[in-house]
């Protein structure tokens, strides 16, 4: 059983359409988070939410949008998609905000936007 | 501003040898120090983890050791292995505040025959 699955694994679109990627864990944990590795494979956190509820917001542009619909889903939603959205996006969940030592990251969803 | 500064970024180790990564950081607020371990289509996975009340922690073939005063730390990989061949990341965490992972830029590492 997959811990954190994401879906899509790949999504390929065009610049300017929306999209969607979703996540969930049935690992019974309270936290979740997108992460974004760029083409340097530069790892930086992008939300968290704990419980439904948003704890983290780093400077992402307005485009990206999360939706927890219970503690065990995240979805990332991204408007008008660009060129330097490009990237490979990780979804993470551990127990509690601050228990990192128990992050576990999905298999990621490598999106290319033409 | 890079808050953790990983080096190399590409090692080429033989097998049977130790592979060396480091890492420093500035926000003397970080506590834990974990390193991730990734696989080419995979996410990255916890390898092992330090926090800063102790100098060293061996897992096996993998050892971190923790420079608390030159605010280093860094991974020893023992008789390396073929297998151990993935992208390494060190990371940093305050974890008192709304825990965030910082991650260096990563160390690809392949272990030749």
């Known amino acids: 059983d997959t811990a954190v699955s994401q879906t899509p694994k790949y999504l390929v679109t065009q610049m300017g359409n929306d999209k969607s990627i979703k996540c969930e864990q049935n690992?019974?944990?309270?936290?979740m988070y997108w992460y974004k590795q760029d083409s340097k494979k530069f790892l930086k956190i992008m939300f968290s939410y704990n419980n439904k509820e948003l704890i983290i917001n780093e400077t992402v542009p307005n485009r990206f949008s999360p939706k927890s619909p219970d503690k065990a889903h995240l979805n990332l939603h991204i408007n008008s998609l660009e060129l330097g959205d490009s990237a490979v996006y990780f979804c993470a969940s551990s127990l509690k905000p601050g228990e990192n030592e128990k992050l576990f990251f999905g298999s990621g969803t490598q999106l290319s936007v033409l | 501003q890079q808050q953790v500064k990983q080096s190399p970024q590409s090692l080429i180790v033989q097998k049977g040898g130790i592979s060396i990564i480091n890492c420093a950081y500035e926000n003397t607020a970080f506590d834990y120090f974990p390193w991730y371990q990734q696989f080419p289509g995979k996410g990255p996975a916890l390898l092992i983890a330090i926090r800063p009340d102790v100098s060293e922690k061996k897992e096996g073939r993998f050892t971190i050791s923790f420079n608390k005063s030159a605010k280093q730390f860094s991974l020893h990989i023992m008789d390396s292995q073929p297998g151990d061949s993935a992208t390494y990341f060190c990371?940093?965490?305050?974890?008192?505040?709304?825990?965030?992972?910082?991650f260096g830029t990563g160390t690809r590492l392949q272990v030749t025959l």
């Open positions: 990371a940093a965490d305050d974890t008192g505040t709304a825990s965030k992972l910082t």
């Open positions: 690992l019974g944990h309270d936290t």
